[in-house]
């Protein structure tokens, strides 16, 4: 059973900083491809960024480029979301994803399988 959990959501000013985690368990093998998405009241699902478990490729949404970087701690089952330089525009609800087969830059919410519960990031002064 596929278990995503995040953590590391909060409230910070525009400018600052957050780490996101999504602790994963249940995975059975490497071929996966891991995926952050977020979701803003009224809005779609969109898709921020995503990293390949076999050779750690990585894709980035436009809007985000340069600003966040995600990561992959393969010993903690664990993948990062660090944050920089947020802006307001910024705010959501924070989900990680994970699903097999896909290339990183399929950011599309109905392809992945297995999704944590969410955590709020707001970015306000």
């Known amino acids: 059973q596929v278990q995503l959990v995040e953590s590391g959501g909060g409230l910070v000013q525009p400018g600052g900083s957050l780490r996101l985690s999504c602790a994963a368990s249940?995975?059975?093998?490497?071929?996966?491809?891991g995926g952050w998405f977020r979701q803003a009241p009224g809005k779609e699902r969109e898709g921020v960024s995503a990293i390949d478990f076999i050779d750690d490729s990585t894709y980035y949404t436009d809007s985000v480029k340069g600003r966040f970087t995600i990561s992959r701690d393969k010993a903690k089952n664990t993948v990062y979301l660090q944050m920089n330089s947020l802006k307001p525009e910024d705010t959501a609800v924070y989900y990680c994803?994970?699903?097999?087969?896909?290339?990183?830059?399929?950011?599309?919410?109905?392809?992945?399988?297995?999704w944590g519960q969410g955590t709020q990031v707001t970015v306000s002064s």
């Open positions: 249940g995975l059975s093998s490497e071929n996966y491809v």
């Open positions: 994803a994970a699903s097999r087969g896909l290339h990183v830059s399929t950011m599309i919410p109905g392809a992945y399988d297995y």
